[in-house]
């Protein structure tokens, strides 16, 4: 005897542009497996048909048609003996197999499925997609199924309020926004998915996403000081760890994906010359390198952590490498490094943990309190423009400046 059931095919197999897989009637008989594709869902359907067994009309007629196939099976191999794969889908396929249900309209797609087709179509760094994925099951965590028709203004406004209950900061909530807002922009202008009819839920007389600029809280002058000059300790990969934070800092406080991926081509003349990971594959105009004189102490620092023979600077990467492969590394590394900068923190009494992502904000500091220019600083670190320098890293008033413009009051 046969066992033939209902499945949705997910062997290994992407979902198709709307994000659906086949739906299969599977005959299981002595070791041999036969699957028959009958329709296509995307799982958001079939859980909603199949496993919460939904009792609207549409389901339930669904569920009918699709015991037809069960049972048109049944029969087929009844009067198939012996088994055989080849003539047993000839027999299923004899007759027209009707699809149980109409093909999705691509204005029926729910957000899921829109932010899922958004995120297979463009080419998106795994960041920018893991980031993309976090803000589309926010959104479905707060309302299961909904698709642009639910998206308004007024729904923004609650789901901004749900999330301020739940702790979320203002500034993780404007990145959910903005994730969403591109996903309606690019299936209102690009593919079209969503009629013009739709009310646009953000800009004027709609949703306003907030522009936040968190708060700065930088190390003092002399804590970076001592990190620096720091020569005490108990095992080689604090050592190894500190010596990688102080080589971000003194290379103009870049990001340490960028000497993950830093080759010893990029040495030239002297200098080290390398693009921004972050901005190299969107940034479309004001596309330059960023130099950086290895000379006294950014060499003495780099000698120490340099890697002479491997293609790589720091020799944790392959040649051939993958976004992928290198957002993993970067993220599975770097914590790791982190985690040993945790005894620089405790051996030195530092007010704040030390962390790999505190380098570029240390550099842009201590230049600042030191008098270089805001268009100075903005070049050194490859922004765009000094407006992203003084937004982000030296427009706000430091500790100290508060602690001097207060130290008048009684």
Not at 9 to 18: A, I, S, T, V
Not at 212 to 237: C, G, M, Q, R, Y
Not at 379 to 402: D, F, I, N, R, W
């Amino acid at each position: 005897m046969a066992t033939i059931n209902l499945r949705l095919d997910k062997r290994g197999n992407r979902p198709d542009k709307h994000g659906r897989f086949n739906l299969s009637v599977i005959v299981q008989h002595q070791g041999e497996v036969l699957y028959l594709n009958v329709d296509k869902l995307t799982e958001q359907q079939y859980n909603h048909v199949f496993v919460k067994r939904s009792l609207d009309e549409k389901s339930k007629e669904y569920r009918q048609r699709c015991d037809e196939f069960l049972e048109k099976a049944e029969k087929v191999f009844e009067r198939l003996s012996p088994f055989d794969r080849q003539r047993f889908r000839e027999e299923f396929f004899k007759e027209e197999v009707k699809e149980p249900v109409n093909q999705i309209k691509p204005s029926e797609m729910t957000y899921f499925e829109m932010a899922e087709y958004f995120r297979e179509k463009k080419r998106l760094k795994p960041a920018s997609k893991n980031r993309m994925k976090t803000a589309r099951n926010q959104l479905e965590k707060y309302k299961p199924g909904l698709n642009y028709k639910d998206i308004t203004s007024d729904f923004l406004i609650d789901f901004e309020h749900e999330l301020i209950k739940r702790g979320t900061s203002m500034v993780t909530i404007a990145g959910y926004m903005t994730d969403i807002r591109t996903v309606i922009n690019y299936h209102r202008n690009v593919t079209q998915f969503i009629p013009q009819g739709y009310k646009y839920p953000f800009g004027a007389g709609g949703y306003g996403i907030k522009t936040v600029l968190p708060t700065k809280i930088v190390l003092s002058a002399d804590e970076i000081k001592a990190i620096a000059e720091l020569n005490e300790f108990e095992t080689k990969e604090q050592e190894w760890a500190r010596d990688i934070w102080l080589f971000l800092y003194r290379c103009n406080g870049i990001n340490f994906i960028d000497l993950l991926v830093m080759r010893w081509d990029n040495i030239q003349a002297g200098n080290i010359l390398f693009y921004r990971t972050k901005t190299k594959t969107t940034r479309r105009s004001n596309i330059k390198p960023i130099t950086v004189p290895l000379k006294d102490k950014l060499k003495e620092v780099f000698e120490k952590i340099c890697v002479k023979d491997s293609p790589f600077i720091i020799d944790k990467l392959k040649e051939g490498y993958t976004d992928k492969t290198l957002n993993n590394k970067s993220h599975k590394l770097g914590a790791q490094i982190n985690k040993e900068l945790k005894y620089v923190t405790q051996k030195l009494d530092l007010s704040l943990n030390l962390v790999l992502d505190m380098a570029r904000d240390s550099y842009a500091t201590t230049l600042n309190r030191n008098g270089r220019s805001i268009n100075h600083i903005a070049e050194l670190m490859g922004h765009a423009s000094p407006v992203v320098t003084s937004k982000h890293y030296v427009g706000q008033l430091t500790s100290e400046q508060v602690k001097e413009i207060n130290s008048c009051l009684y």
